[in-house]
T-cell receptor, first 108, second 112 residues
Framework: GIQVEQSPPDLILQEGANSTLRCNFS?????LQWFHQNPWGQLINLFY???GTKQNGRLSATTVATERYSLLYISSSQTTDSGVYFC??????????FGKGNQVVVIP | DVKVTQSSRYLVKRTGEKVFLECVQD?????MFWYRQDPGLGLRLIYF???????EKGDIPEGYSVSREKKERFSLILESASTNQTSMYLC???????????FGQGTRLTVV
């Protein structure tokens, strides 16, 4: 199956700082999504981004499908940005595979 | 808005019990998925379904089965629960292959 690798696995940020999370995947994909897992465990949709760049408030994402990676940018981080960020790719026969996540802690 | 609902947020079961986890979506989606999430291992696919009565094994199907008798409902069955099935279980759905997926709130299952 496809390999999805996220880096860095853990990140500690001062409130107000900017950061970049990376997702690399080993094969061609049909689409790519970024999720944020809230403290209660639910995965919240951030971006559906097979290619190109999208922005939503302080968050933005870029996927370069030909080079098999995606980046999630967090600007002016807030404590509510803390949590685990997951990258998921759709590939092959209806499959949806996840990376192991980026654990982000934003300290005041 | 898409709504994916899992029947329980928390569940405690005894070893050997038969356990049903239910997932319902209200958007006529064809694809539905069951994952388990464990610390350090991320989300691992147990089973998925691409249509009514159609199912495929994911990466870790051992000890689980599924049922999809109606399009909106996808059930995960633990035939004889074991302690190593203590985990967070997440259900997802999407309209079809390659489209955006949406998740339920998760079920934290503890087997004692």
């Amino acid at each position: 199956g496809i390999q999805v690798e996220q880096s860095p696995p853990d990140l500690i940020l001062q409130e107000g700082a900017n950061s970049t999370l990376r997702c690399n995947f080993s094969d061609s994909v049909n689409n790519l999504q970024w999720f944020h897992q809230n403290p209660w465990g639910q995965l919240i949709n951030l971006f559906y981004i097979p290619s190109g760049t999208k922005q939503n408030g302080r968050l933005s994402a870029t996927t370069v499908a030909t080079e098999r990676y995606s980046l999630l940018y967090i600007s002016s981080s807030q404590t509510t940005d803390s949590g685990v960020y997951f990258c998921a790719v759709s590939y092959g026969n209806n499959r949806l595979a996840f990376g192991k996540g980026n654990q982000v802690v934003v300290i005041p | 808005d898409v709504k994916v609902t899992q029947s329980s947020r928390y569940l405690v079961k005894r070893t050997g019990e038969k356990v049903f986890l239910e997932c319902v979506q209200d958007m006529d989606h064809e694809n539905m998925f069951w994952y388990r999430q464990d610390p350090g291992l991320g989300l691992r696919l147990i089973y998925f379904s691409y249509d009514v009565k159609m199912k495929e094994k994911g990466d870790i199907p051992e000890g689980y089965s599924v049922s999809r008798e109606k399009k909106e409902r996808f059930s995960l069955i633990l035939e004889s629960a074991s302690t190593n099935q203590t985990s967070m279980y997440l259900c997802a759905s999407r309209r079809q292959e390659g489209t955006e997926a949406f998740f339920g709130q998760g079920t934290r299952l503890t087997v004692v």
